[in-house]
C-alpha cells in the first residue's frame, strides 16, 4: 500500500509538475495546478493533525512520510499566482493576493521554514516534538489562510 502512495504521489507531482514548466499557457492550467498542489499538501498535513490531536493512533512512520511530502508540496503552489490567475476557473483566493503580493509572498516564505521543522521534528519518532512543530506550522497556514482566503 505505501508503494502505491509513493507512486500516486510522484505521479501526481508530476502532472502538477508540467504546468509549471510550461508557464501556464491558461489561467486555468495555474489555477489546477495550485489548487492540486494546496490539496495534496493539505492532506498529508491533516493526517499528521489526525495523530498530534489524537484523532488517529500515532504511527511515526506515516507522520514521517506526510510531513515529507508537505515539507516538498509547500515549494510548488506560489508559482502559481501570477498576474491574471484570479480569474479562469473557480478560486476561494481573495483579491488581496493579488492586490497586496509582498504580504502574500512573505507569508508564502514563512511557510517553507516551518514544514522544513515539522519533517525534521517527524523525523525524532516523538509525538511531542512533532506536536510543538504541527502547531507552529498550523499558525502559519492560518494566518495565510485568514488574509487570503475566502471562506
Known amino acids: ?3 502505491s502512495v509513493a507512486l500516486t504521489l510522484a505521479a501526481t507531482t508530476l502532472v502538477l509538475s508540467a504546468p509549471a ?3 501556464f ?3 486555468e492550467d495555474a489555477i489546477k495546478y495550485r489548487q492540486g498542489a494546496l490539496f495534496v ?3 498529508h498535513f491533516g493526517r499528521i493533525g489526525a495523530m498530534v490531536n489524537g484523532r488517529m493512533p500515532f504511527d511515526a512512520k506515516e507522520a514521517q512520510d506526510s510531513a515529507d511530502v508537505v515539507a ?3 515549494k510548488l503552489p ?3 499566482f501570477g498576474p491574471g490567475t484570479n480569474k479562469g476557473a473557480p ?4 483579491p488581496g493576493v493579488w492586490t497586496e503580493q509582498a504580504k502574500f509572498r512573505e507569508h508564502a516564505e514563512k511557510l517553507g521554514p516551518e514544514t522544513v521543522k515539522l519533517a525534521a521534528a517527524a523525523k525524532t519518532g516523538d509525538l511531542d516534538t512533532l506536536k510543538a512543530a504541527f502547531g507552529a506550522t498550523a499558525d502559519s497556514c492560518k494566518s495565510c489562510h485568514d488574509s487570503f482566503l475566502a471562506k
Open 1 to 3: 500500500m505505501k508503494a
Open 21 to 23: 514548466s510550461a508557464q
Open 25 to 27: 499557457a491558461k489561467t
Open 41 to 43: 499538501m493539505g492532506q
Open 72 to 74: 516538498y508540496m509547500a
Open 78 to 80: 506560489w508559482v502559481a
Open 91 to 94: 478560486t476561494k483566493a481573495r
